[in-house]
């Protein structure tokens, strides 16, 4: 199975995050929970463990704690899948992708873009990956270069 996701993922310990499920019209909040376990983190999306089975395709907005002291990001985005966790004590593990980083209405601040990628350099290690084809190692080369600007839309080019 290949691998879509352009932005790698990286664990934060200690990381955690607050979340409130959004509702039409994006302004009130169905439900809310706080302090959630961050499973990993991207700058494209995370992953937070929690023990409700939240509503895949539903708006969230986020609160993401990294220290104590430290600011935390504020992040709006969209959950796009929920499953059982397994191994650990939450019930659920639950993927959300990040809006877009931008200045229109909407956007998430490009500040927190700048956090993000702050903390891939300082969080993420290189996993050592099996070999490939010829092919696959070229198109990952170019997906490897291009997702530093992470989702192509932030540096104006597509993939």
């Not at 706080?34 to 990993?40: K, L, N, S, W």
Request: aromatic share 8%; hydrophobic share 40%; charged share 20%.
């Amino acid at each position: 199975m290949m691998e879509r996701r352009k932005c790698v993922r990286f664990a934060v310990p200690g990381a955690t995050v607050s979340y409130q499920i959004l509702r039409f019209p994006f302004r009130l909040f169905t439900s809310a929970e706080e302090g959630c376990p961050v499973f990993d983190l991207s700058k494209g999306g995370l992953a937070l463990l929690t023990n409700r089975r939240l509503p895949s395709g539903r708006k969230i907005s986020l609160l993401i704690s990294i220290s104590e002291g430290a600011e935390p990001m504020v992040l709006r985005g969209r959950i796009i899948h929920v499953g059982i966790s397994q191994g650990v004590s939450y019930r659920y593990r639950v993927g959300v992708q990040f809006d877009a980083f931008g200045l229109g209405k909407g956007d998430n601040a490009p500040e927190v873009l700048k956090m993000l990628d702050g903390l891939e350099k300082t969080f993420w290690t290189a996993q050592p990956s099996p070999p490939r084809a010829a092919g696959e190692a070229r198109l990952d080369a170019a997906v490897g270069m291009h997702a530093r600007c992470c989702l192509g839309f932030l540096c104006g080019q597509m993939l």
